[in-house]
């Protein structure tokens, strides 16, 4: 097997991705959950899935008067002791309100500027997540469909060659589940691009990596392409269909592409472990955070608070729903908690480094999903847990049958793969642990 692979700093796509290869389905790969259902093309009431008026975010005096859980601050705190992170903000989320909350170390080390629940975080590839309960808005509403072929939005993928010389074909599904073989827009343009369409031209110049579904390999411009359909479909930036049908109606009110002055003032510094000394040195956000002539990346562009992203994932463990209103159909949750990349090993656990678990994940639709625990931060989840991490150690776990999340938030740069970091486990196992004894 390779060897670990190597964080690097994608600054075209503006999130640090590993070295991995291009992305991909294939035909009978594809949702074998689709089954009977000519999935998608359901559709909702459009009353259930238009703006809602804004809700209220998640109290704080909800938070405020939930249980802290024991055990998990301190595990917390012995990793910033260890100068593994400089702080965190944890939350344990059931079904019925909050389990724990838990606020260890800061914002940042030379100011000791203390973090709360409305610090904003780079939250990197749990961007993911969102764009694809954003393709499934438009699928519950009729406007889409993920079995769809691309090019049906995007004319310029009709010429796209597979490694064979056979059309790619590639579908939404395919840019959602990492199993295109697109490849990765790189370059001095990439850098350039102000919108996602100006990205299109550069994804279809890139040679593919291999045929159409034939495995998974994580793909930055799979999930950044399937951002543009929205655009294409709705006729608004995604920035603002994101604002608009998902974090507005959520109360997900720090949640952004572009923070302003005010909530620049709120964002946790990064930090970067040192190999040599074993401390913590700042590593620096993007310098154009100020900038809105970007493109809103739907791979990992996202910045978002600990309170914002549980309003996310109370929707998810609610199957869909939140405060009474629906947001997702079953049959798009489904798609996005359950594998739909067939026998295919998937994930960041396939190496010799973190254990060939590569069988034991699949991919739904814009996330990853534990198909049986293993050894380490898995051991503690039950079979169907889906989430995401991002490449700044952030993570957020939904085990649905134990009705429980896991969200971890904190901001440091270099970890060798932070879905398998130390930073995760601990706060896993202290939690579960917690819930196991109560």
């Not at 959602?176 to 110049?205: C, I, M, Q």
């Not at 978002?304 to 629906?326: I, K, V």
Request: glycine share 10%; hydrophobic share 40%.
């Amino acid at each position: 097997m390779e060897p670990a692979p190597r964080p690097r700093v994608n600054r075209s796509h503006g999130a640090t991705v590993p070295e991995r290869g291009g992305c991909a389905l294939h035909p009978r790969a594809l949702p074998p959950n689709l089954g009977g259902v000519n999935p998608v093309r359901l559709l909702l009431p459009l009353a259930v899935l238009v703006a809602f008026p804004l809700p209220l975010p998640l109290p704080l005096a909800v938070i405020a008067a939930a249980a802290t859980l024991p055990g998990i601050d301190p595990a917390m705190q012995s990793m910033v002791d260890r100068q593994e992170i400089a702080g965190a903000v944890t939350l344990v989320i059931a079904r019925d309100g909050i389990r724990h909350e838990g606020i260890v170390g800061h914002a940042d080390l030379a100011t000791k500027r203390p973090l709360t629940l409305d610090t904003l975080f780079w939250i990197a590839s749990m961007s993911k997540p969102i764009t694809a309960t954003a393709v499934l808005l438009l699928q519950d509403e009729g406007r889409v469909n993920v079995s769809d072929p691309v090019a049906k939005y995007l004319p310029e993928f009709a010429a796209l060659k597979t490694p064979s010389g056979k059309p790619a074909n590639l579908t939404l599904a395919h840019l959602l589940t990492h199993t295109s073989g697109l490849g990765e827009a790189s370059g001095p343009a990439a850098g350039e691009a102000k919108t996602l369409a100006d990205l299109v031209p550069l994804w279809v110049a890139a040679p593919m990596q291999f045929e159409t579904g034939e495995r998974w390999s994580y793909c930055q411009s799979s999930i950044n392409a399937a951002a543009r359909v929205v655009e294409v479909v709705s006729g608004q930036s995604f920035d603002r269909f994101l604002d608009e049908r998902v974090f507005r109606p959520l109360g997900m009110r720090d949640t952004t592409f572009y923070p302003d002055e005010a909530q620049r003032a709120r964002l946790a510094t990064g930090y970067s472990r040192q190999a040599d000394t074993g401390t913590l040195q700042p590593f620096p956000h993007r310098s154009d955070l100020a900038r809105r002539d970007r493109p809103p990346l739907g791979n990992g562009g996202l910045f978002s608070t600990p309170r914002d992203y549980a309003r996310f994932c109370q929707m998810l463990l609610h199957g869909g729903t939140l405060d009474g209103r629906r947001f997702l159909s079953p049959v798009a949750l489904r798609l996005l908690s359950t594998p739909q990349t067939g026998d295919l090993p998937t994930g960041f656990f396939q190496s010799d480094a973190f254990g060939h678990h590569g069988a034991q994940y699949g991919w739904g639709l814009g996330t990853c999903v534990l198909k049986a625990p293993h050894p380490g931060v898995a051991s503690m989840l039950s079979p169907g847990t889906f989430g995401h991490g991002g490449a700044w150690g952030t993570q957020a776990w939904i085990d649905p049958v134990k009705g429980v999340t896991y969200l971890l938030m904190v901001q440091r740069a270099n970890f060798p793969n932070s879905d398998a970091s130390d930073v995760r486990r601990a706060f896993q196992e202290a939690a579960a642990a917690a819930l196991a004894a109560r």
